[in-house]
């Protein structure tokens, strides 16, 4: 079932150095040891490389346009070498177009090292974090950065911690419900515009824009501001992405499940989010509803699914019979003593 | 007022599948659906109650349909018994 139709995927296909060192300075501490002129060459690639072999003469293979981590291994080889191999090592190795050089550890370069870079226009970054930790961070940051993103018209609601995304057609109610369940103590994450994004292979995180953060259209009233109104405790920047609930005029022609044991899911980017169609009418109360999914749903996730169990019980139900164990619907009837 | 006797066919009884089918097929019609099996008298048109017939194979129940449509709706619906709710 199809029913957001022309998400359109946009991927970054580069950063330039200078915005990464400035995010992961911010982030986790990247020292800047020299600029080199080098802020705004181009990162391509989301890997990370460790060019010990690189550094070593082989140059087959070499995935010279990714960030190069130089951690103890490489430290090490270069001053195993007599000045004049290291350098030419080193020649040989910047001969390539790389995007910036990262030292783990604390490492600081020497003379040579610098001179050449200098040279090449590449910047020269250090972090005080040991190379596995560097590795990850620089990962995950390079990761999100080239993540695969859309854009989807919808109101996104924390409730009781799931990450519910009502869609439907304008007009349809879903900044109503959003505001609804704002009210009840639950937290809005974006209205109208929500930018989704994956986050490794299988979760995905959605969140408002810059600009509309947390800011909503109410028809009639116009635009309002929702964490000015309610606080903080209304609001979130960021949340995965867990429930989709595509809200319908109720349709009498169309049949809607009526036990819950189909499950319905809906791709995107990749990532299959399980999807309820939710028939709306006037005076349904969409609001409990909406919270009676995530905590459903929340059932569900702790190994309880109430379709499933009804079902056995049926089963179970008509197995007895099979077997004359007749009984009652309701076996006695006790007077109204409690 | 239409009155009809079906029996179950199939070896898995009237269980959660079929039962949820039947509801379906009901709610397309404006009649009213009451399905009778021993002692419980339940509305053809809600999934608990035609799950809490806990009808196994054999078991012969009566159907009740009455409005506009109830012609219509009793033919498709014993039809769909008839068929062991296409499990056969």
Redesign the interface.
Known sequence: MKFLENLIEIRKDSIDVGFFYESCHRLFGLNLIAENDGFSKKIKDYSIHRPGLALAGFLELFSFNRVQIFGNTEIRFLHSLEREKRIQSLKKFFEYDIPCIVFSNGHVPDEDFLNITRDKKISVFNSNLPTTKVVYFLSDFLDDQFAPQVTIHGSFVDVYGIGLLFVGRSGIGKSEIALDLVERGHRLVADDLILATRKGENVLMGTGTKLMKHFMEIRGLGLINVEKIFGVRAIRYQKRIEVLVVLEEWDSQK?Y???G?ENHTTNILGVNIPTIILPIFPGKNITVIAEIIALNYLLKHYGYDA?QD??KR??K??????NQK?E??VDYFEHDFE | MIEKEVTILNRAGLHTRPAAILVQLASKYKSDFFIIHDDLVVNGKSIISVMTLLAPQGSKLKLKFEGIDEEEAAKEIVEYFNRGFDEL
Do not use: F, P, S
Request: charged letters at 35%; hydrophobic letters at 35%.
């Open positions: 049949e499940t009526r036990t044991l379709a009804l079902k049926v089963e139900g008509i197995q007895d019979r099979m007749y009652r619907a």
